[in-house]
């Protein structure tokens, strides 16, 4: 491929080729920070924070006592569980100092979810926080962490604040369902135990793994994409030199983190991007209590903020919000899902400061393509392929298509995935001999060289910015006693984007809605679960007996226009 017609559309400074060979890891990344920034604030969570300076010593401080545990060799990979809280990066940053693999947990997954992901990756350790921690000890006779290490939600708070936070979510808000984990170990004692002692140095290269991050797939089992230092330093220095343009100031900038850290696009945006240029990272524990967010983003004069189209549209509707402070803010980015023309608009229209999309997936680190981040109006577009990265449309024999013609988006660069984890399989399906990335999505390019989404090849459904896989969805429910056959689709939906809709065709004709919501809540964490369930006599079928789902989107389409 030799035409980039984007270069052309690239703001003034951006270069085509990022410097992906200025960092050997992450982890060479974390340490100029330390060195650049050490008095700054890096993170704050509920009022708490710590310094690059307390991050360096408490991550040394964990890497040593994982390294001296004597448990774990170089690649192994230890799952963490938590929400945004500090103890998140801490832990991080130390496995990756100690040479090991993130593999990042969501913490509201079931046993049946959290299994699967402990089993997959092989992890050899944990690390979890309390309220989470009986579904763990569920899944302990199928799988065995040697390491199982826990924390409370107050245990970086500093005294009293951090036992009266404890006291209140175990005793008063019975946040923390009894569990029992024999063996485990306490975070703080592993700080304490690991404190003043320096962590061996690990020689890491581009090519050692840094993150096994799941995500489903078309066959519905979720799939560890391999994102090495190298995947995640060029991501890093190819998002730096996109936001460049927008004066972004080292060490002065505020960045509000609502989405979680162990999702893709705010461990990569947020916690890593931001963490280089020496930025406060403001860790929102729970955005889904709007009053108490917007309470919180009143303290701070933020430069930036990152969410997906659903958080800014919940934002804008939240009382409040419209008399904060924007005076300070820069960057507005949405990822995740599509941004909507009337939420950007309204956004821009609040706070003076446009809403600009990008584009990424699990696999690609995740940035792909973004507009310029000196756009000042939406465009509907997902933007230009960053630098050094490729972005071509493609049909069904793997022929590029012209201009303004659609086909599936592919994608090119040094922040595509090493593959999924054991499954060559699926990597190939996914990565082309000549190592285009296939997304799913079918897209078109202007002459300008700005790609737009226009559809999907896949099934999957978007919920809030998460993947939901059909076949998951059906696999699961289709081993309920009572239910013969299930399809299920996207519902469109002006909060999340999309809904889960199923069309079920019971085996047990006294089956009842409650029944299998019941199933879905024991079964799978919240975005997943059905919002709509409708009960069949039969599904629409191909002739080798497969579940057509379009027709049951154009069924639905029709219920809801008649």
Known sequence: MTAKPWLSSYPEGVPEFADIDAYNSIVEVMEESVEKFRDNVAFVSMGASITFGELDEQSKAFAAWIQASGK??????????????????????????????????????????????????????????????????????????????????????????????????????????????????????????????????????HGDLAFLQYTGGTTGVAKGAMLSHGNMVANMQQAHHWLAPSNVEEGKEIIITALPLYHIFALTANCLVYAKMGATNILILNPRDLPAFVKELGKYKFTAVTGVNTLFNALLNTDGFDKLDFSSLKITLGGGMAVQKSVAEEWKEVTGCPLIEAYGLTETSPAACMNPITATDYNGAIGLPISSTEACVKDEDGNMMPVGERGELCIRGPQVMQGYWQREEATAKTIDSDNWLHTGDVAIMDEHGYFTIVDRLKDMILVSGFNVYPNEIENVLVSHPGILEVGAIGKPDEHSGEVVKVFIVAKDKSLTEDDVKQFCR????????????????????????????????????KTRSS
Do not use: C, W
């Not at 089993?119 to 309390?130: F, L, N, P, R």
């Not at 997943?528 to 639905?556: A, M, T, Y």
């Open 522 to 557: 024991e079964n799978f964490t919240g975005y997943k679960r059905p919002k709509e369930i409708s009960f069949v006599e039969e599904l629409p079928k191909s002739n080798v007996g497969k579940i057509l789902r379009r027709e049951l989107r154009e069924q639905d389409e």
């Open 72 to 205: 774990f060799q170089k690649g192994d990979r230890i799952a963490v569980m938590m929400p945004n809280l500090l103890q998140y990066p801490i832990t991080v940053f130390g496995i990756l100092r100690a040479g090991l693999v993130v593999v990042n947990t969501n913490p509201l997954y079931t046993r049946r979810e959290l299994q699967h992901q402990l089993e997959d990756s092989g992890a050899k350790g944990i690390v979890i926080v309390e309220n989470f921690a009986h579904t763990l000890e569920r899944t302990l006779k199928h799988v065995n962490p040697e390491v199982i290490i826990t924390t409370r939600v107050g245990d970086m708070l500093g005294f009293p604040k951090s036992l009266i936070v404890n006291t209140v979510v175990k005793y008063v808000k019975k946040m923390v369902p009894a569990f029992s984990l024999p063996g485990s170990i306490s975070f703080n004692d592993v700080l304490k135990q690991g404190a003043g002692k320096q962590p061996e140095k690990i020689s890491l290269t």
